[in-house]
């Protein structure tokens, strides 16, 4: 009954809110070109307002469930890639995007014993994100507000898990231009720069729905060779992520966030200190972090 209420509300959503309409138009087009028929671009951006309508109304839903519910709901695949991670002792960055429904990744973890907890940035309503944290809280999972790096490495000392979603464009974070979907883009290297600086490894993971349930895929860790250049190794595990998070929306395309102005960062518009900071190999690992 929820998703069936939340797909309505999206419908309809789509209906009326047509700045957002306009925005999952743009970027499709923008990613896929003429390749994209008007008739499918119409499907699919239909598509990505149900899902997030169906989404905000399984949050109310997922509260009520038990552990042993959540794992009938889930069909994990590629645990093996999350263990392989963790038996070298230090911790996995658990890699995804907002896509799907993103937030029953963590409980399915919690759920299977996993430890740990998702990187979080204030929300702009503090009612949503209270509503958020307590969700994650009562279903074991840690929230970290962004730029605790003294608290993300402890937790990846004790082996556990952090999940991070570095899929949108936040310019107040260091970041480079790497290639996505077709485009340069702006993107944070946080998850980088962690991984480097405490030889956690990046682990994709990406939710998908299946009728009624949901498919949660777990990637094999990253193996993106070091150069010896510290900087060129941030630029080039971050695009190697990129590409991971990319392929699952070409394939997926109604489960991500199209309304996001995921381009909206332009060379141009970042400052030329940060940027030849970041390039010499002289920023902080704290900074990026944030």
């Not at 799907?100 to 919690?110: D, F, I, R, V």
């Not at 464009?169 to 720069?193: K, M």
């Not at 200190?273 to 970041?278: A, F, I, N, Q």
Request: net charge positive.
């Amino acid at each position: 009954m929820a998703q069936a209420v939340g797909s309505f509300c999206g419908y309809a959503a789509y209906g009326v809110l047509h700045r957002y309409r306009g925005l999952i138009w743009e970027h499709l087009s923008l990613a896929f070109g003429p390749s994209l028929s008007r008739k499918v671009r119409y499907r699919i951006s239909r598509a990505v307002s149900a899902n997030v309508g169906r989404m905000v109304m399984e949050w109310f839903v997922f509260d009520r469930l038990s552990p042993r519910q959540l794992q009938r709901l889930v069909d994990i695949q590629g645990l093996a890639h999350l263990k392989q991670a963790l038996e070298k002792g230090r911790g996995a960055i658990v890699l995804s995007g907002h896509f799907g429904n993103w937030e029953l990744m963590p409980m399915a973890a919690a759920a299977l014993g996993f430890q740990g907890g998702v990187l979080a940035r204030p929300l702009r309503r503090a009612e949503y994100e209270r509503f958020l944290w307590l969700l994650r809280t009562r279903k074991g999972v840690r929230t970290i507000d962004r730029g605790s790096l003294k608290e993300i490495a402890q937790l990846l000392q004790k082996n556990q898990i952090i999940g991070m979603m570095p899929d949108q464009d936040v310019d107040s974070l260091e970041g480079v231009f790497v290639d996505f979907l077709g485009q340069s883009t702006y993107t944070p290297v946080g998850p980088a720069a962690l991984s480097l600086m405490t030889g956690a490894s990046i682990v994709p993971c990406f939710i998908t729905r299946i009728g009624r349930r949901f498919r949660m895929v777990i990637e094999e860790p990253l193996a993106v060779p070091r150069s010896g250049d510290r900087a060129q190794d941030v630029v080039n595990l971050t695009q190697a992520w990129s590409r991971v998070v990319e392929s699952y929306i070409r394939c997926y395309p109604d489960h991500w966030m199209w309304m996001h102005r995921r381009w909206k960062t332009r060379p141009e518009q970042i400052d030329d200190k940060r940027t030849s900071r970041l390039h010499r190999g002289t920023t902080t690992d704290a900074s990026v972090i944030r």
